[in-house]
């Protein structure tokens, strides 16, 4: 999306019960408690710190729907060989439980592919998905389908998740003609309009949209999917599988906000996220077999917001007076993220640093896949 298109902001209707590491009840849409979860949904906002959520927060006057979560704990971010990690290495560490160094994807530091949380989905028998809101070849929705020693080598990235196989379903942002060939030679086949996807019974899917947040007036004419929508026809095409579904779903623009330092930018594409959330917990409300994980890379812009800053002046803020908030970089930061999870009682003290307030972001793939046991 660009800034400049519109100055839209979906509202979702969320609760307003603060966050704790065991259970609680929060006023928003609820999971049933699973110990293991035929369906896994991780949903991922690229540079979505805890400061930019707080934002959020603070410019809806209400808590984000993420932030309704019964689990939460903080995740260090770091890559094989830096503090500050790039999303290629970010996504790596969250597909496959491995660091590698930034730049690389889906391969260890030796340049080994590595086995994805969609790999170990597939050999379950499960359907799996991945969707993101930039083009197909981003480090994130790469690191858990492609493997490459760099980010940038997109046609080789791209060949090679084609190749696994793996992956049942890709939507993406609008592509090249280039680059949506390689899926139709792979045996793809491409839904021209999103409000088919739902509908599809081929075994392997992929489709490409202008994907905005302020789509559903255009809906009708198939020229633009809101990222909720898109989401929930995905759930709608992975759950014909028996067996359940792993799905990716990354809102990638909040890091365009950060590395912009556009607070309009980022808020818009950070609500449009969670109520992609709102639209996942919508579609799974009252099962028993659906974990729902809401986490984010790194953290992009170190934004900071001043003390006493109120819900009036982020609304000030994002239309475009810098007022109770300032960026500290236009790049990545080593902050820790928020981890998120909705639909099972996770306990964060057996992975990594053996407490319940801060795990590694290898540790994401090693929950996930403990779930799908």
């Known amino acids: 999306m660009k800034k400049n298109i519109q100055k839209w902001i979906a509202l979702a209707m969320v609760g307003t019960t603060s966050l704790s590491l065991v259970a609680c009840k929060p006023k928003t849409i609820q999971l049933k408690e699973v110990t293991t979860a ?23 006057g209400e808590k984000l729907t993420m932030q309704g979560f019964p689990y939460m704990t903080k995740v260090e971010t770091r890559s094989a060989n830096a503090l500050v990690t790039d999303s290629a290495a970010a996504a790596t560490a969250l597909a496959t439980g491995t660091r590698t160094k930034n730049s690389m994807v889906g391969r260890d ?25 930039e083009e197909i070849y981003g480090a994130t929705p790469m690191g858990f389908s492609g493997h490459s020693n760099s980010r940038d080598l997109q046609s080789e990235l791209v060949k090679s998740a084609v190749a696994s196989s793996n992956v049942n379903f890709f939507a993406c942002n609008l592509l090249g003609e280039k680059y949506v060939n390689h899926f139709a030679e792979g045996g793809y086949e491409t839904i021209e309009y999103a409000e088919n996807i739902s509908d599809a019974t081929s075994e392997k899917v992929f489709g490409s949209y202008i994907i905005e947040p302020k789509a559903e007036e255009m809906w009708a004419k198939g020229a633009m999917v809101g990222f909720d929508r898109l989401v929930t026809e995905a759930l709608e ?43 996942v917990l919508e579609w799974a409300k009252g099962r028993d077999d659906t974990v729902v994980i809401v986490t984010a890379d790194h953290e992009t812009g170190g934004l900071t917001l001043h003390d006493g800053v109120t819900h009036e002046d982020m609304l000030l803020a994002y239309e475009g007076e810098r007022i109770g908030y300032d960026w500290t970089t236009t790049g990545h930061t080593d902050t820790d993220v928020n981890f998120y999870v909705n639909g099972a009682n996770i306990n964060f003290a057996q992975y990594s640093f053996g407490t319940a307030d801060r795990i590694k972001n290898t540790d994401v793939f090693e929950i996930m896949k403990a779930l799908m046991k």
């Open 237 to 279: 095409y992975l759950s014909q599988d028996e067996d359940g579904f792993f799905l990716m779903a990354e809102g990638a623009h909040i890091d365009h906000g950060g590395h912009n330092n556009d607070i309009t930018y980022m808020l818009e594409e950070l609500i449009s996220f969670d109520n992609a959330v709102k639209a």
């Open 109 to 133: 530091t030796n340049g080994n592919d590595l086995t994805t949380i969609v790999d170990v989905a597939s050999s379950l028998g499960k359907r799996t998905g991945v969707i993101t809101t």
């Open 38 to 60: 035929k369906n896994v949904i991780l949903m991922i906002g690229d540079g979505m710190g805890p400061t930019q959520i707080e934002a959020g927060e603070l410019y809806k």
